[in-house]
């Protein structure tokens, strides 16, 4: 037996040779494929990329605002419509106003009315006897056209201050040269009346306003009625005022005109009947206090709209002189309602005419009242 080599001597034998056997129904040719390595059953399978699919590439982020960029983008276009709007309801109120301004009657007294000199200003205000709005069918009895009342307010930086003068005072009228009532003067136009007032009292008359009865009532309902403090119950049956009871009253446009008007005012005071006994003066006393309240609440007002239709219910009968621009009767009702007319009473006397019960300035006390309107 030979002794066998010693494997340290031996060199390494290398892996042995092997030989490739094809499988069943594969060519010897077809090389084989290596088995797809095998996945966890939670791995997603890996996408296939189409054939004609386009790069990936990464598409930009859409731009979107955050709802609190919207809700400041929804705020600031707001903040510039609300000026917007506004400005469109201004100009619509002024429009509807001016409209309303332009319908008003006016007369051209350029030839009689004094020119405003200085900050003060006389308006001749007249309350116009007329019924054909308030009383069409003349139940009342009274016809015709005449003037009810007379007021100059006088308005000046510091206030205002309200004068009436009574409609039986005695003057020479403007347009004859002859004695009778200044209510009188008017039955010739506004521009004798406002002639007579000049020449008889010798103070400036810069404009005139004239307002109907009918307009009075108006006004009146227009703003919510006008409030007046009854110290007693009061009722008189011929102007139709009735006043059940002591205290502030608001008076609809009816009641206010029947109080303003009333000349047999009766008061009952502590169960009687009593009936004021200086009838045209407390006339005057009563017009005052309800032409100051009423023009005060117009001018305090500040809502359009109820200013619309103070000026829309008196459109209808007032009359203005053509030298009262849009602005200055503005003006004019807004200085009303940042002052408190001071009531000035015409000092006068009653006398005999003839057969006629008239009244006649007293003097001097008459020139000291005057002098403040001058």
Known sequence: MST?????NQPPQGPGKQFFVPSPGRTPSEPAKAAPPQRPSNTPPAKVPQKDAQP?????????????????????????????????????????????????????????LDPVTGPSTNYLL??????????????????????????????????????????????????????GRINGAYNDGPANLVRTVQQNLQIPINHYMEVGFGSFAGLV???????????????????GLVVDAAGPVTLNGTQALAYARSR???????????????????????????????????????????????ADSMSSELIIDSGLSFGQAVGFVRKLGSSDPVTVVLPTEGVRKGKA????????????????FR
Do not use: C
């Not at 066998?4 to 340290?8: G, T, V, W």
């Not at 009947?273 to 006393?285: F, I, K, N, S, W």
């Open 221 to 239: 309902d227009a703003i919510g009625g006008v409030t007046i403090e009854f110290p007693n119950p009061a009722h008189d049956d011929r102007s």
């Open 56 to 112: 990936n590439r990464k598409s930009p982020a859409p731009n979107r605002k955050s709802p609190a960029s919207n809700r400041r983008s929804g705020g600031l276009k707001w903040l510039l419509l609300i000026p917007l709007l506004l400005l469109i309801v201004i100009l619509g109120l002024l429009y509807k106003a001016h409209s309303a301004y332009s319908n008003i009657e006016r007369v051209d007294l350029a030839d009689v």
């Open 357 to 372: 019960a008239v009244l006649v300035l007293s003097e001097p006390e008459a020139q000291v009242v005057l002098q403040d």
């Open 264 to 310: 047999h005012y009766s008061e009952t005071i502590n169960g009687k009947e009593v009936t004021e006994p200086t009838a045209d003066l407390g006339r005057q006393q009563r017009q005052q206090q309800f032409l100051r309240t009423a023009l005060k609440e117009v001018g305090a007002t500040r809502n359009p709209f109820t200013l619309l239709n103070v």
């Open 126 to 179: 007249v309350g116009s006897d007329s019924r054909e709005a308030f009383d069409p069918e003349g139940s009342s009895g009274v016809t015709g056209r005449r003037s009810d009342t007379i007021i100059v307010l006088r308005t000046t930086p510091s206030g205002s201050s309200m004068m009436s003068i009574p409609r039986d005072l005695w003057v020479k009228i403007a347009s004859t040269n002859k004695q």
């Open 4 to 8: 066998p080599k010693n494997p340290e």
